[in-house]
C-alpha cells in the first residue's frame, strides 16, 4: 500500500507522479505511436475516465508493432474498454 506525505492528504503527488510515469510510457521505439500515445495522453489525460485510464495503462504494456495492429484493425482489442481506447485513439490519429 502506497502512503502519501502527511502535508498531502489527497495524494495529488502520487497522482502527479502516476500520470508524469504514464506519460513517460507513452515513449516508444515507433515515432509514430510515440507522437499519437503522447499526444492524446497530453490532450485527454485530464478527461479519461478511470476505466480508460486503466485500459491507456494495459495498451501502454502492449508491444509497439501489437498497439499498430489494432491501431490499423488487423488485431482486436482484448476487452471492450480496451477496444473503446483504440477507437479514440483511432479518432484522435484521424482528426489531425
Known amino acids: 500500500m502506497c502512503e502519501t506525505d502527511a502535508s498531502d ?8 507522479e502516476r500520470r508524469d ?8 521505439g515507433l ?6 500515445l503522447g499526444g492524446f495522453w ?3 489525460r485530464a478527461t479519461l475516465r478511470p476505466e480508460a ?4 495503462e494495459r495498451l501502454l504494456a502492449l508491444p509497439d508493432m ?7 484493425g488487423r488485431m482486436q482489442a ?4 480496451l477496444a473503446r481506447l483504440i477507437e479514440g485513439l483511432q479518432h484522435f490519429r484521424d482528426a489531425k
Open 9 to 16: 492528504p489527497l495524494g495529488t503527488d502520487l497522482v502527479a
Open 21 to 28: 510515469g504514464i506519460a513517460w510510457r507513452c515513449r516508444r
Open 31 to 36: 515515432l509514430e505511436l510515440d507522437l499519437l
Open 42 to 44: 497530453a490532450a485527454r
Open 53 to 56: 485510464n486503466a485500459a491507456f
Open 66 to 72: 501489437t498497439i499498430v495492429d489494432m491501431l490499423h
Open 78 to 81: 482484448g476487452d471492450a474498454e
